[in-house]
């Protein structure tokens, strides 16, 4: 990603963010936010997995996962710290990593979102936007997250060098 693309959130990006903030609001509306409505939610992720369209749990990490390995390998070609640990220590590039972040799983958020919209109507008969969104977090975001910094991290440690400061 080039400088000027990391630098400002792209339309896919921005669509899938506005998407998420309308349906967490959505969610809130419509069903609160209640020790039954998030006792429901770990409730339902516990189920998901073993539920039909079980193939996403595998689809869209490995999808992030593609997307943190292509974006790691440009960091340790850029020779930036590893992403976790920017986003977690440095104030002044945190923003900048995140909105990077966003950027590279957009598309695997938003198709989260479908594919768990899809479930919900054929399993739950009912539409919970606030489960859906997290859902896709889980599956979409935070592999990025976990995987991106490990990428540079392993790679560094094969070759024998030293990662850059990590905490500015």
Same mark, same amino acid.
Not at 17 to 41: D, E, Q, S
């Given at each position: 990603?080039?400088?000027?693309?990391?630098?400002?959130?792209?339309?896919?990006?921005?669509? %899938?963010?506005?998407?998420?903030?309308?349906?967490?609001?959505?969610?809130?509306?419509?069903?609160?936010?209640?020790?039954?409505?998030?006792?429901?939610?770990? #409730?339902?992720?516990?189920?998901?997995?073993?539920?039909?369209?079980?193939?996403?749990?595998?689809?869209?990490?490995?999808? %992030?996962?593609?997307?943190?390995?292509?974006?790691?390998?440009?960091?340790?070609?850029?020779?930036?710290?590893?992403?976790? $640990?920017?986003?977690?220590?440095?104030?002044?590039?945190?923003?900048?990593?995140?909105?990077?972040?966003?950027? $590279?799983? %957009?598309?695997?958020?938003?198709?989260?979102?479908?594919?768990?919209?899809?479930?919900?109507?054929?399993?739950?008969?009912?539409?919970?936007?606030?489960?859906?969104?997290?859902?896709?977090?889980?599956?979409?975001?935070?592999?990025?997250?976990?995987?991106?910094?490990?990428?540079?991290?392993?790679?560094? #440690?094969?070759?024998?060098? $030293?990662?850059?400061?990590?905490?500015?």
């Amino acid at each position: 990603m080039s400088d000027g693309d990391s630098q400002e959130l792209g339309l896919v990006s921005k669509l %899938a963010v506005a998407f998420a903030l309308v349906l967490i609001a959505t969610g809130v509306i419509w069903h609160g936010v209640t020790v039954a409505t998030v006792g429901r939610l770990w #409730h339902d992720l516990v189920d998901r997995p073993d539920g039909p369209m079980a193939f996403r749990f595998i689809l869209q990490p490995a999808m %992030a996962t593609i997307a943190a390995i292509r974006d790691g390998r440009k960091d340790l070609r850029a020779n930036r710290a590893p992403y976790l $640990a920017t986003v977690l220590g440095s104030r002044q590039e945190r923003m900048e990593r995140l909105r990077e972040g966003v950027n $590279a799983t %957009a598309r695997i958020f938003l198709l989260g979102i479908v594919m768990d919209a899809i479930y919900q109507a054929l399993v739950l008969k009912r539409f919970y936007p606030n489960e859906a969104v997290v859902i896709a977090l889980l599956l979409a975001f935070v592999p990025y997250l976990l995987i991106r910094g490990l990428v540079v991290r392993v790679a560094r #440690h094969r070759r024998g060098s $030293a990662l850059p400061d990590e905490t500015p």
